[in-house]
Structures are given as C-alpha cells and as structure tokens.
Nanobody, 115 residues
C-alpha cells in the first residue's frame, strides 16, 4: 500500500485548507485511512480517521473544525480544516492501518499557519 499526501501550504490564521491522500496498491490490506500530525518538537498525534465502513472519529482538537471524507472511486481521503490556528502548524501524515498489526504511512505534507 502506498499513500501519497498533498495539499499543505502556508495559510493565515482563520483560513482553510484541504489535504488529500491518494492510496494505491492492495487496499484490501487496510481497514481505513486517517490523518496524524507532528508539530516541531512534539510527538506525532492522531487527528481523524475514517474506516472502510464509513465510521468517522476526530481528536478533540479537530472536532468541529475538521472534516474527514473519502472518495472510494478515487481511493482518496480528504481532510478539510477550517479556522486554522498557529498551533495547527505541523507536518500532516496520511495513515492506513492494516489488518496485520502495523500501519502504512504517507510522506507527510507541511501545513504552516502564520500571519
């Protein structure tokens, strides 16, 4: 399974951004897809996830400001982020949890929120 994330960039506080992650390969190996982020000097943290059955969950800090969705035809998962704050600055990673006890990871896309 290969995951290719894109959509990061520099935005001002209060603006929005949509990240995309395209999955390819044997997608039967993963149970869903999600997003994590890692801010400078901090540990990687979970942001949101969506299962193959369509169940969605958000981290507390993402609830209400973020929307995760998927296009099964395009094998793509999106993360729409609104009202971005400077503390949202991080590298955002696409994640694909497998059925075999490990996760697949994309290469990350940098989101910078700054005025």
């Amino acid at each position: 399974v290969q995951l290719q994330a894109c959509g990061g960039g520099l935005v001002q506080p209060g603006e929005s951004l949509r990240l995309s992650c395209v999955a390819s390969g044997n997608l039967d190996r993963i149970s869903g897809m999600g997003w994590f982020r890692q801010a400078p000097g901090k540990q990687r943290e979970w942001v949101a996830s969506i299962t193959n059955d369509g169940n969605i969950n958000y981290a507390d800090f993402a609830e209400g400001r973020s929307t995760i969705s998927r296009n099964n035809v395009k094998n793509t998962v999106y993360l729409q982020m609104n009202n971005l704050k400077p503390e949202d600055t991080a590298v955002y990673f696409c994640n694909g949890p497998s059925y075999y006890g490990f996760d697949y990871w994309g290469q990350g896309t940098l989101v910078t929120v700054s005025s």
